[in-house]
């Protein structure tokens, strides 16, 4: 049941901005985040967000990102200003649900390609 979908991915150029967002389904969440994947390199976290609102941010996006949620509608958003050549890759949302288990659930990815 649980379902996460990105959107507000494309092509951009440096320092420009965009905002991704996605929508979770299927359970309430405790922590949700983005993380990103270039080319050749793994998976890193980007930013986190808990319910509660508190943040946190790799150093590399710091005052340039800001995540946000709304609880109400199970959403999370990226907003991503001066975006870099470095920032290309592809934006994967993450979401933990309020469970025994506490199980991570990840969506099928947004590309962010930044051009210089």
């Known amino acids: 049941q649980v379902q996460l979908v990105e959107s507000g991915g494309g092509l951009v150029q440096a320092g420009g901005s965009l905002r991704l967002s996605c929508a979770a389904s299927?359970?309430?969440?405790?922590?949700m985040g983005w993380y990103r994947q270039a080319p050749g390199k793994q998976r890193e976290l980007v930013a986190t967000?808990?319910?509660?609102?508190?943040?946190n941010y790799a150093d590399s996006v710091k005052g340039r990102f800001a995540i946000s949620r709304d609880n109400t509608k199970n959403t999370v958003h990226l907003q991503m200003n001066t975006l870099k050549p470095e920032d290309t890759a592809l934006y994967y949302c993450?979401?933990?649900?309020?469970?025994?288990?506490?199980?991570?659930?990840w969506g099928q990815g947004t590309q962010v390609t930044v051009s210089s």
């Open positions: 993450n979401a933990r649900i309020i469970s025994n288990t506490g199980r991570d659930y």
């Open positions: 967000i808990t319910r509660g609102g508190t943040t």
């Open positions: 299927g359970s309430i969440f405790s922590t």
